[in-house]
């Protein structure tokens, strides 16, 4: 697939590093399709992550991703859901490989600094979660 969806999460944007992170993305050969910044309410965090509803850490994953404004993208390059995984490194940053952004701007398996889509499929779902089809051009 050519595209993924990811946002920089409350914790990076607080601590003054979503430029960091952008420009990391960028180096790593990204393009930038769709931008913007918002604030999710708990609610509708908890749509986006409803994946993650019977996990025991789905109320304070809503509370945390609800905590401060967000950075969504939509991002281009070849093989775009695989090679952004790798670039942002596991959940826990503390498992994370040496130079990826979890590693360098994650505070904890919480706290991890930035959002990857897992797949083609939900790249495409999240990506209409925040951005309308003209946005999506
Ligand atoms: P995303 O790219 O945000 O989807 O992260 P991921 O795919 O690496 O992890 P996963 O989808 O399993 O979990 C979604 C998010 O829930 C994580 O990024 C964390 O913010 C949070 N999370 C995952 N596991 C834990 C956990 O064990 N404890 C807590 N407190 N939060 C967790
Ligand atoms: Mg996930």
């Keep these: 697939g050519k595209r993924t969806f990811t946002m920089i999460k409350p914790d990076a944007v607080e601590a003054g590093n979503s430029g960091a ?9 990204f393009k930038i399709v769709a931008m913007k910044k918002t604030k999710m309410t708990p609610g509708v965090a908890g749509k986006f992550y409803a994946v993650h509803s019977e996990r025991p850490f789905y109320d304070d994953l809503k509370n945390y991703m609800s905590s401060g404004p967000i950075i969504p993208m939509i991002l281009e390059k070849s093989n775009a859901v695989e090679d952004f995984r790798k670039l942002i490194g596991a959940t826990n940053p503390k498992e994370a490989a040496e130079g990826t952004i979890r590693r360098l701007f994650a505070a904890s398996i919480e706290a991890n600094a930035i959002h990857g889509s897992d797949s083609d499929e939900n790249a495409e779902i999240e990506s209409s979660f925040f951005f309308s089809e003209l946005e999506r051009f």
Aim: aromatic share 0%; charged share 35%.
């Design 21 to 29: 992170i952008i420009k990391m993305i960028e180096e790593a050969g």
